[in-house]
């Protein structure tokens, strides 16, 4: 479970494919930084370097690095993020170089005798590397708003960092009943009954009994529970 520190009664929840996901999504860009590293090999060959090229070799051995260091993180601790993810700068280096290389085409193109217009995807590419530096400084707290709250009044749960956060009151509710595995069957006082699944979180069973044990000064049930 990952409690915050400064309130043990919320808890942040992963998807359990989170780890998956991260690692997908770091590799994401291992073919475009191999190539930003393949600018190496003309200057093996003599070729005068460039800002670019500088800029293309480091970038592209910096991802690869970072990359490998992000994989072992992921091994040994899925769950926890850095203040600044690193490798998401070096993910924005790439796009904005990639961004670069569409722009520089086209105002060669330009220069060339092809008639002027604007061009839309350089920019796209460099609104692209905004976004990874603020995912770099951001996904933290992105993490943080996955939660489960437990509180006096009854709980709240965002599974998504991206829905609005739900509330559920005591005073709302007449029992909870555990369902299957990871799932809890919310019966209202006014006759309405919900599903909750929690079987598509990391360590979702433990959360649906850790939230039935807060509400254990109430009526809990288990639907699964021979009868005495």
């Known amino acids: 479970m990952n409690s915050s520190a400064s309130d043990p009664s919320r808890i942040v929840v992963y998807h359990r494919h989170h780890a998956r996901r ?29 800002w670019v090229t500088a800029a293309e070799i480091g970038v592209g051995a910096a991802y690869v690095v970072l ?29 904005a170089l990639e961004g670069y290389h569409i722009w520089h085409r086209h105002h060669e193109a330009e220069a060339a005798g092809a008639p002027a ?20 400084f951001g996904l933290r707290h992105l993490d943080a708003r996955r939660h489960l709250h437990l509180h006096a009044e009854g709980f709240s749960l965002r599974p998504n960092p991206l829905v609005p956060l739900r509330h559920w009151r005591w005073a709302d509710i007449d029992t909870l009943v555990a369902v299957g595995p990871a799932d809890l069957l919310i019966r209202y006082r006014s006759g309405r009954e919900e599903r909750l699944s929690f079987a598509h979180l990391h360590e979702g069973p433990a959360l649906r009994e850790q939230l039935l044990q807060h509400a254990a000064g109430g009526p809990v049930h288990d639907e699964n529970e021979e009868p005495a």
């Not at 990359?67 to 796009?95: D, F």
């Not at 217009?117 to 770099?136: E, I, K, M, Q, S």
């Open 22 to 50: 991260q690692r997908a999504k770091a590799l994401s860009h291992l073919v475009p930084a191999l190539v930003l590293l393949s600018s190496l090999l003309p200057l093996l060959q003599g070729e005068a370097p460039s």
């Open 67 to 95: 990359l490998v260091r992000e994989l072992r993180h992921l091994h040994h601790h899925p769950h926890h993020r850095a203040a600044v993810e690193w490798l998401e700068i070096a993910g924005a280096g790439i796009l």
């Open 117 to 136: 217009r604007f061009h839309v995807l350089p920019w796209l590419y460099w609104g692209g590397a905004l976004v990874y530096v603020g995912l770099a």
